[in-house]
């Protein structure tokens, strides 16, 4: 048991040592066009899935039907999401397709199909490290952040005359449209 205990510790301080030293000697590559091994990014998805989940277990978000709460978050999502993840009939802007990791489509994938709205109010409440995913809270109100997650979980598929229709009439509830 007690050579079982030593070995265990000289493994663990080798490791240490180790990674230290490939962390000094730059082995990272910290670039944004150089894509992450897939051990580190499968270890960073799992990360970030589960502080996700666990984060917003708790959370008790106010009904997303209100068409006004809907509308706002239209406009919240042209004049300040759309920049960098698109929207429909609007590709990324160009500083966005530089960005590591991609910042995704969100009228498809986990956004319309895994996460939860509570989910996504966190996320874009909260931000995401080391992604660029701002965190909202910083600079915009509740109900910005209620009406873009609002907006968001409406987008499955949309196509691009239905979101210019929303978007023209969202625009039309308030003197100066984005
Ligand atoms: C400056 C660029 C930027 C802006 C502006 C931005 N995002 Fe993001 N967002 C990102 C990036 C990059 C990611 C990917 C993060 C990752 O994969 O870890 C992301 C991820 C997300 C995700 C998670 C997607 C998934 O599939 O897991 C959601 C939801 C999201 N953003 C919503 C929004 C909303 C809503 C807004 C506007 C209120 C917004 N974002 C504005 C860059 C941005």
Same mark, same amino acid.
């Given at each position: 048991m007690k050579s079982f205990i030593l070995g265990m510790l000289t493994l663990f301080v080798v490791a240490v040592l180790a990674s230290s030293a490939g962390i000094w000697l730059g082995v990272y590559n910290v670039a944004a066009d150089v894509p992450h091994w897939e051990i580190t990014r499968m270890t960073l998805e799992v990360a970030r899935e589960r502080s996700i989940a666990v984060r917003s277990g708790d959370l008790k978000l106010p009904s997303l039907d209100d068409p006004e709460l809907v509308r706002a978050g239209v406009l919240e999502f042209h004049e300040t999401?759309?920049?960098?993840? &698109?929207a429909p009939g609007h590709p990324r802007e160009?500083? !966005?397709? &530089?960005?590591? *990791?991609l910042p995704p =489509?969100? =009228?498809?994938g986990d956004v319309q199909d895994e996460l939860k709205s509570e989910e996504v109010y966190w996320i874009v409440k909260n931000g995401l490290k080391?992604? &660029?995913? *701002? !965190?909202?809270s910083a600079f915009d109100d509740e109900r910005d952040i209620l009406g873009a997650v609002a907006f968001v979980k409406r987008m499955?598929?949309?196509q691009p005359e239905e979101y210019g229709g929303l978007l023209e009439k969202s625009r039309g509830t308030r003197p100066e449209g984005p």
């Open positions: 999401c759309r920049v960098c993840h &698109g160009e500083f !966005a397709r &530089g960005m590591y *990791p =489509s969100l =009228s498809s080391m992604s &660029g995913m *701002p !965190a909202f499955k598929d949309m």
